[in-house]
């Protein structure tokens, strides 16, 4: 087998800080990362090549992480496509040079401007697609691994993409129209020309063939996702520092004395029922009174994050008696160190491709309830205490019945630790390795 390139363009849209590093920009980073070290490990001949079918997104400053995977001789970035030489002047002011009224009378019509430009942009697209296709063969490029926003279907080369969940299909309504739209163009693009499929599940690899029987017939291979670095080397003490930020919302938290949820905020996590069952909880004296509820996360979308935010401020209008505490994404370091010091981790999600969260709680032996639906079974096993998502009570029980049960809630998080070690990045790269070979 030849080399492999991964299009990387949702990596070189973000910083690689947490607060944008989405599940699909860990996935991929994880993926490629991994990738690399395994074909080293190995002693492959083989090269990793980056490229991105966006050309406007090598221009920006490149993030550390992708820096330092290009740092390993494994991998190749093309981030500078040499372009051919063109005489032709693609300037508008040659359609301005047309008569003023007749570009009046024109433009009632027809959006004469806008069309110019993108038939402009479609030229220098494809002349950039001709320069890029020449720079991979260069390469000995044989399989194009696309990404979850950039794929484009290049001749002579073999195709793969990831296929994440299919929650803007089967819940399209907990998703924005851009999400839907993307969703059915790439399951598109995917049965028109890729020859692989990579699944981060089995629930999504069930959901695609299902829903679409098409995809029955291409070959394709279930790749979990791994746990990050972070969440398994030794971490500094930074408890007293995360109080810091903390006490400007509500009084400290209390070391096993807090729930956590961390997720970017959206419909789909299902956060409204979550704080309603714990507000209910902590009125009617049904858990400790200094217990409280953390929410982590990006704002989102659906206005999840602002009715959170009204709900805190409608009641608990005073600081100090604040039991819900709202905060943005924080540095991995501190948001282990949150991990690992709260009572659990609540993962109320109505459906999820896979559910990092709970693989990441686990790995650091902290108790989780999460939803009995979708791919969080597949994650969780026997090791969490599981809810209806769609049933308010049974969230409600759930968090009473761990919270005055703290050696039961022990006990998962130990079956916790032992269940996220089923779940590796070398092992889902040998698998890939291999279903790559046999493509």
């Not at 990006?298 to 709900?311: E, S």
């Not at 659990?344 to 559910?355: D, I, N, R, T, W």
């Amino acid at each position: 087998m030849s080399n492999i390139a991964f299009e990387i363009s949702p990596l070189l849209l973000a910083s690689g800080t947490f607060g944008d590093k989405s599940g699909v920009y860990r996935y991929y980073y994880g993926l490629i990362k991994s990738y690399g070290e395994y074909i080293k490990k190995q002693k492959i001949n083989e090269k990793i090549i980056l490229f991105s079918f966006n050309r406007d997104l090598l221009n920006w400053p490149t993030n550390k992480e992708i820096l330092d995977l290009i740092n390993n001789d494994v991998f190749i970035f093309i981030n500078k496509v040499p372009m051919p030489e063109n005489k032709k002047k693609y300037n508008f002011e040659i359609v301005k040079g047309l008569p003023k009224l007749f570009l009046k009378i024109i433009n009632v019509f027809v959006p004469i401007k806008k069309i110019y430009f993108n038939i402009i942009n479609r030229i220098r697209f494809n002349e950039y697609m001709n320069a890029l296709d020449i720079q991979l063969k260069r390469n000995k490029v044989i399989i194009i691994y696309h990404s979850e926003t950039c794929f484009f279907p290049l001749k002579g080369y073999k195709n793969i993409i990831t296929i994440f969940d299919l929650t803007p299909i089967i819940m399209s309504y907990f998703h924005r129209k851009e999400t839907n739209d993307l969703t059915n163009r790439k399951l598109t693009f995917a049965s028109k020309y890729c020859q692989g499929i990579v699944c981060i599940s089995q629930s999504t690899k069930n959901d695609l063939t299902k829903i679409f029987p098409i995809f029955k017939s291409k070959k394709i291979v279930t790749c979990y996702p791994g746990i990050e670095p972070v969440f398994t080397k030794s971490q500094p003490l930074l408890f007293d520092e995360i109080n810091t930020i903390v006490s400007q919302y509500a009084k400290n938290i209390l070391i096993k004395k807090y729930l956590l949820f961390y997720s970017t905020f959206e419909p789909r996590k299902n956060v409204i029922n979550l704080i309603q069952a714990f507000y209910e909880l902590q009125k009617n004296l049904q858990i400790p009174a200094d217990f409280k509820l953390v929410l982590l996360g990006g704002t989102g979308w659906g206005k999840v994050r602002q009715q959170v935010t009204n709900f805190i401020k409608e009641n608990f209008p005073i600081k100090d008696k604040n039991k819900i505490i709202l905060l943005d994404f924080i540095n991995d370091n501190y948001l282990v160190d949150l991990i690992k010091n709260a009572y659990a981790v609540v993962y109320p999600s109505y459906y999820e491709g896979f559910g990092l969260p709970v693989l990441e709680s686990m790995s650091l032996g902290t108790p989780v309830i999460c939803s009995n639906t979708s791919s969080l079974p597949e994650v969780g096993g026997d090791s969490v205490l599981y809810i209806n998502p769609n049933d308010y009570y049974d969230i409600k029980e759930k968090i009473k019945y761990l919270v005055n049960h703290p050696a039961v809630a022990k006990k998962i998080g130990d079956l916790g630790r032992i269940q996220s070690n089923k779940f590796n990045w070398e092992k889902s790269v040998s698998q890939l390795r291999k279903f790559l070979v046999d493509l």
